[in-house]
Nanobody, 120 residues
Framework: QVQLVESGGGLVLPGGSLRLSCAAS????????MGWYRQDPGNQREMVAT???????NYAGSVKGRFTISRDNAKNTVYLQMNSLKPEDTAVYYC??????????????WGQGTQVTVSE
């Protein structure tokens, strides 16, 4: 079994910062692409940022220059540093990881989601 456990969401004022973390654990042989996605009510889930196991990053245009994704391969953990937050960043943020299990199955896993609210 593999689990992704997220932390770091919350309520923040516009212009503030938050850091999200997501740790993968369980029967893991390797972790390939990790990423963050978000979804607010009435909208589809959208990609926020992704990072490969060699550090290549990709960002949605709406967060480029404000958010930074990083990872610690030794800990199978991905982070999302969010600065200059805007009310439109309010959403549930989900961690995603492409994982090869010890049974050599290549599977896509999701975290449970963490709420980020940007409001006065």
């Amino acid at each position: 079994q593999v689990q992704l456990v997220e932390s770091g969401g919350g309520l923040v004022l516009p212009g503030g910062s938050l850091r999200l973390s997501c740790a993968a654990s369980g029967s893991i042989a390797s972790v390939n692409v990790m990423g963050w996605y978000r979804q607010d009510p009435g909208n589809q889930r959208e990609m926020v940022a992704t990072i490969t196991n060699v550090g290549t990053t990709n960002y949605a245009g709406s967060v480029k220059g404000r958010f930074t994704i990083s990872r610690d391969n030794a800990k199978n953990t991905v982070y999302l540093q969010m600065n200059s937050l805007k009310p439109e960043d309010t959403a549930v943020y989900y961690c995603n990881a492409e994982i090869v299990t010890t049974a050599l199955r290549w599977l896509d896993y999701w975290g449970q989601g963490t709420q980020v609210t940007v409001s006065e």
